[in-house]
């Protein structure tokens, strides 16, 4: 089993920066696939951004590419967003994600999510 666990969230200022982190423990050897997910009241859970185990591969939806980085620390079995440019709209849980396979078969394990919130 792998746990994961969000922190970085908390309430900031749009066009700042701001950086989420995501500590895997347990099996993490068996981590592949890495992502990043959001949630906003009353709306769906969705993508926001995946790093393949190489950290080569990178893939972000439209809205925030450009704006946002994701990236790993195998070393410290720790993925990141780097959120830069925030919009209003960026307000949203975000949950860190992995998966033991590549990124096309889903993810298998879920952190509870830290809050990011966005003021005008």
């Known amino acids: 089993q792998v746990q994961l666990v969000e922190s970085g969230g908390g309430l900031v200022q749009a066009w700042g920066s701001l950086r989420l982190s995501c500590a895997a423990s347990?099996?993490?050897?068996?981590?592949?696939?890495m992502g990043w997910f959001r949630q906003a009241p009353g709306r769906e859970r969705e993508f926001v951004a995946q790093i393949s185990r190489s950290g080569d591969s990178a893939y972000y939806r439209a809205s925030v590419k450009g704006r946002f980085a994701i990236s790993r620390d195998d070393g410290k079995d720790t993925v990141y967003l780097q959120m830069n440019s925030r919009k209003t709209e960026d307000a949203a849980v975000y949950y860190c994600?992995?998966?033991?396979?590549?990124?096309?078969?889903?993810?298998?394990?879920w952190g509870e999510g830290t809050q990011v919130t966005v003021s005008s």
């Open positions: 994600a992995a998966t033991a396979y590549v990124c096309t078969r889903g993810f298998d394990y």
């Open positions: 347990g099996r993490t050897v068996s981590i592949d696939c």
